[in-house]
């Protein structure tokens, strides 16, 4: 039993993370229906800032904001550079998905250059090191932390979609880009704020995976990309409160195959299982409450 128990704790702690990553996924590709294939590398982009901000020694807190704000900055250069240039000269959409594919590789291949092929890891902390036994069960203060920051990220942008301005504009995008130019929305500045969000989130979940497992290497973005894409998939485009759902469930479904099967078929259980949930299911698990309102 205090086995199932652990492997639940570090399910969720891991499900948190890809739960971060998806929701700048579902927002990009889901909501904006635009398909930017550099989430993966806003990701590991922001597990270097956070990384190196933590090497000059600033608190937790201000590491983290770190990486969101890098991370952000990275999305907002790809909508100036790729995606809005890519729309004033009528390119089509699909364009946009092999150039940020470019810029993806580009910023691996920059990160290779600036920071080697080595794996890095973030300095030791002693406080984050301390943890608890419980039943049997072991609890790191980290992964209390990660989980708290994770869902303090989803209850911020929930509340930024629903209760503030920028949201209903972000809805009303997504709705429709005329419909939003009609009532006076300014469509330009509105993706390029959801943009910065996405980003932000990317490079938030880059710093929090990259302590969990204290482990940041230029590579790390490409496999977080394929499960965001599945996880976004799985919880229903379009669809936050899925994708947050859908994270949970991959990062426990992961954990739980290493516990009980191998490590060696950790994504070919898992993919395989998500895989076998679209055939059933092909909107998603979650699709009927997709909600798009104006």
């Not at 900055?73 to 009528?90: K, P, W, Y």
């Not at 300095?123 to 090191?129: D, F, I, M, Q």
């Not at 195959?257 to 059933?280: P, T």
Request: hydrophobic letters at 55%; glycine letters at 14%.
């Amino acid at each position: 039993m205090s086995t199932f128990l652990q492997q639940l704790v570090n399910g969720i702690s891991l499900g948190s993370t890809y739960a971060v990553f998806a929701m700048g996924c579902t927002l990009i590709f889901g909501v904006l229906n635009i398909v930017n294939m550099a989430q993966g590398a806003f990701f590991m982009g922001g597990a270097y800032f956070g990384l190196e901000a933590a090497r000059l020694g600033l608190p937790a807190p201000l590491v983290l904001v770190v990486a969101l704000i890098g991370g952000g900055l990275l999305g907002v250069v790809s909508e100036l550079v790729i995606f809005r240039t890519l729309r004033a000269r009528g390119g089509h959409r699909w364009m946009g998905l092999v150039a940020s594919l470019a810029l993806a590789r580009m910023m691996v291949g920059l990160a290779q250059e600036v920071f080697g092929t080595q794996v890095q890891r973030y300095p030791a902390s002693g406080v984050l090191e301390i943890s608890w036994e419980i039943g049997g069960v072991r609890i790191q203060l980290l992964q209390v932390v990660i989980l708290v920051v994770s869902l303090m990220l989803m209850a911020l942008l929930a509340f930024v979609l629903q209760r503030s301005r920028t949201g209903r504009a972000i809805r009303t995008v997504a709705f429709s880009e005329d419909v939003a130019r009609i009532v006076g929305v300014p469509v330009g500045r509105t993706i390029l704020i959801t943009f910065f969000l996405a980003g932000a989130l990317a490079g938030a979940s880059g710093m929090l995976l990259g302590n969990l497992f204290n482990v940041v290497s230029p590579f790390m973005g490409e496999q977080m990309l394929v499960k965001g894409l599945t996880v976004i998939i799985l919880g229903g485009l379009g669809n936050v409160p899925g994708a947050v759902a859908g994270g949970f469930v991959l990062g426990l479904i992961e954990v739980f195959s290493v516990a009980y099967v191998s490590s060696s078929f950790r994504d070919a259980i898992g993919f395989g299982l998500i895989f076998f949930i679209l055939l059933v299911k092909p909107n998603g698990l979650f699709s009927g409450f997709v909600e798009r309102r104006a």
